[in-house]
């Protein structure tokens, strides 16, 4: 066994195919836990508010979390078959002094883009906001829905 480790047998010589992948892997996470100055494994949405987004036979829905902020500071805007969400969250300060122990909640501009799959109805879009959800009703483009055909 002692040999084994030593030498690494029975591999001498041989490299594990995915070890210089590994060690690139390893160099980006240093690299860009470096620049950001947090590691890069920690992820999170920011001021990006996090969205669902689903369909029925007439509408797309898209619900999203925006905690803290009222409706009149948000913005939609719509197109073909994009929608557009535009906000700034604020957080207020906890103070000069202070020291976080964990620090998620992020405030700052926030630009969502969606893309749908379909045309939809652009002057027929329903929006509202009640209890830090924004939901909004989409309704699609008479094209994009599914059409009936009688066989004869």
């Known amino acids: 066994m002692m040999l084994r480790q030593m030498f690494d047998l029975p591999n001498y010589g041989w490299k594990?195919?995915?070890d210089e992948?590994?060690?690139?892997?390893?160099d980006r996470n240093r690299l860009f836990g470096s620049v950001s100055g947090r590691p890069y494994w920690q992820t999170h949405a920011?001021?990006?508010p996090l969205v669902n987004?689903?369909?029925d036979v007439n509408n797309f829905y898209i619900c999203s979390e925006i905690p803290g902020m009222e409706s009149k500071e948000i913005q939609i805007s719509a197109t073909g078959r994009g929608l557009t969400i535009t906000g700034?969250?604020?957080?207020v300060s906890e103070g000069e002094n202070?020291?976080?122990h964990r620090r998620e909640r992020e405030g700052g501009t926030f630009n969502r883009i969606i893309s749908l799959p379909d045309d939809i109805q652009v002057?027929?879009?329903d929006a509202g906001y009640e209890d830090g959800i924004l939901t909004i009703t989409i309704?699609?483009?008479e094209a994009a829905k599914p059409k009936t055909i009688m066989v004869k």
Not at 88 to 91: A, G, H, V
């Open 16 to 18: 594990n195919a995915f």
């Open 21 to 26: 992948l590994e060690k690139m892997r390893q």
């Open 46 to 48: 920011g001021v990006f």
């Open 53 to 55: 987004i689903f369909e």
């Open 88 to 91: 700034e969250r604020k957080i």
């Open 98 to 100: 202070v020291k976080y």
């Open 123 to 125: 002057e027929k879009i």
């Open 139 to 141: 309704p699609k483009a």
